[in-house]
């Protein structure tokens, strides 16, 4: 038998003390001629000395702090004893998590991001100084209102809507239109959620004036340059044999390869402006991929001049809806960046597929590998891997930066798998919404799902 089903020794105990006291009355009884009235009177005594306790701690348990338990002896007086040792345990336990609890709302209300705590239905539990600041909640009022209720923009909403709370999304205060805020939740506990709120006004305002900068300096460096250049092309016959220049061929041809290098950077650099700011066309286009892949494969050959394998499997009814430039600006950059760092007689495979998560891009390459530490950063405005191999082929830094902005407008995804001295493959997955197989005119809008 199993030791579960043992009555406890104080069960046993307990037995034994009722069944004592039935065989004396019994006795006794048997002594008076009337034993079974006292052996009935004495199983009733017991069973309302039993109904006291119970009721003493059914009244204790409704209010412990009005009602004290009283003093029992035998297995009610270990219940009691049990029942207050709890008691004070518990007593313990509220008291720490109360310390812990304060010591939070302290450690938060120094913190200069507003945190609110919002319980399973989005309803506010608790908030610190910076978030009454920045959201403008009121302790009195705001309490357990649900918070989409209180900051109705579009992008919140969104956001806060959905199960993924990766990322970040932006909009500005619900209390001062000037201020842009960040927002945050992480979820924890049982359906619980932490928002953070940051104030991000002055860091993009600083982003735009950066673009700014970038977009003007650009635009001036352009006059100087074309006026270079004008003067280089002037010059130009004149350094071939025979004439005045010929003894400056060679610094000639430096010259004209250096202007056209900035000129490449300048253009870059105008392109990302355009890209970071938005500032694109709402018009979406039906595009001709496999046209578009045509001409990035001639490219590419004239890049290479026969030193690569170039090999490309195109899906030749498959189309995108998109603007060509930004397009066009993914596929060349990437097809010349695998051209650049894959040594002489190295593969190049290009590939452009759909399935039905979407449509897909890819460029494969036996190139020189990136190390898994520079992958994160490789879409980071003039970042290199290798900064005398990039200079030496030309590059300007930007070519990735360009590909990750125009894939956000696209709505499209970079990914990038790689192994240093193997090859990099570098993916651009398209959702479906932007999808289309088979012929069709090009002056068609992209559906908007």
Not at 92 to 106: D, G, H, S, Y
Not at 411 to 433: A, Q, R
Request: hydrophobic share 40%; aromatic share 6%.
């Amino acid at each position: 038998m199993s030791r579960a089903w043992l009555p406890s020794p104080d069960l046993l105990r307990q037995i034994a003390h009722l069944l004592l006291r039935v065989g004396l009355a019994a006795l006794f009884g048997v002594w008076i001629g009337h034993p079974w009235p006292l052996v009935t009177l004495t199983l009733l005594l017991s069973l309302i000395v039993h109904l006291r306790y119970l009721t003493r701690l059914r009244s204790w348990l409704n209010a412990p702090k009005q009602i004290e338990l009283p003093i029992a002896e035998g297995i009610w007086g270990e219940v009691y004893d049990g029942l207050l040792n709890l008691q004070k345990r518990n007593r313990k336990r509220k008291r720490k998590l109360a310390a812990i609890l304060a010591e939070f709302q302290a450690s938060t209300e120094a913190l200069p991001d507003g945190a609110v705590v919002l319980g399973p239905n989005g309803e506010i539990v608790w908030f610190n100084t910076a978030a009454q600041a920045l959201l403008g909640l009121r302790v009195q009022q705001d309490i357990g209102l649900r918070i989409a209720n209180l900051v109705r923009k579009p992008a919140f909403t969104e956001y806060f809507s959905r199960d993924d709370y990766s990322g970040e999304v932006e909009c500005d205060s619900p209390i001062n239109s000037e201020t842009m805020l960040s927002f945050r939740i992480i979820p924890y506990g049982n359906g619980q959620r932490l928002m953070i709120v940051r104030d991000v006004s002055d860091l993009r305002r600083l982003e735009t004036a950066r673009r700014d900068f970038v977009a003007n300096a650009s635009h001036e460096l352009r006059t100087p340059l074309t006026v270079l250049r004008g003067y280089l092309d002037v010059m130009e016959p004149e350094t071939r044999k025979g004439g005045t220049l010929h003894d400056w061929a060679s610094p000639m041809s430096e010259m004209r390869a250096q202007a056209a290098r900035m000129e490449a950077l300048i253009n870059d650099l105008l392109k990302l402006a355009r890209l970071e700011a938005n500032i694109i066309n709402t018009r979406q286009d039906l595009l001709d991929v496999p046209k578009m892949l045509a001409r990035t494969q001639e490219q590419a050959r004239a890049m290479s001049r026969g030193q690569h394998r170039i090999e490309f499997d195109i899906e030749a009814d498959l189309r995108l809806y998109g603007r060509e430039s930004e397009t066009q600006s993914v596929f060349t950059n990437l097809v010349s960046n695998a051209v650049q760092y894959t040594p002489p007689g190295g593969i190049i495979g290009v590939r452009w597929w759909g399935d039905d998560s979407g449509a897909h891009f890819s460029v494969a390459d036996t190139g020189i590998g990136i190390a898994e530490k520079d992958l994160p950063r490789l879409t980071e405005r003039f970042y290199r891997v290798d900064t005398g191999r990039s200079r030496a082929t030309g590059g300007t830094g930007l070519g990735l930066s360009i590909v990750k902005h125009a894939l956000e407008h696209l709505d499209g995804k970079l990914s990038i798998e790689s192994e240093v001295g193997v090859g990099t493959t570098f993916t651009c997955s398209f959702p479906v919404h932007r999808v289309h197989h088979g012929n069709q005119r090009n002056d068609l809008r992209a559906p908007m799902g």
